[in-house]
């Protein structure tokens, strides 16, 4: 089976076209562009849905605690 369309491009074709379907959108007047009101309810939003996994929570716990102790352990070193 062939591989067709988007699958069949390279990444810089893909971003390439991305990139100016943006353009397009934008000079058209059909971008949106979030205020930061938006963009901070939006954010809130997820973090709501996010923070209702608790398992995953957990290990963005546990993930800090551990880059805490590396970092405490393994001071970076000024001026090498």
């Known amino acids: 089976m ?5 699958a069949s491009m390279t990444p810089e ?6 990139s100016l379907g943006g353009k397009a959108a934008a000079a ?3 971008a949106h562009r979030f205020t930061s009101d938006e963009a901070r309810e939006a954010g809130r939003k997820a973090g709501l849905k ?3 996994d608790r ?3 957990a ?7 551990t880059a805490k102790r590396d970092r405490r352990l393994n001071p970076p070193k000024e001026n090498e």
């Open 55 to 57: 398992k995953y929570m």
């Open 2 to 6: 062939a591989i067709k369309g988007f």
């Open 28 to 30: 058209k007047g059909n």
């Open 13 to 18: 074709r893909r971003r390439e076209l991305a």
């Open 59 to 65: 290990e963005l716990g546990r993930r800090g605690g």
């Open 50 to 52: 996010v923070s209702q």
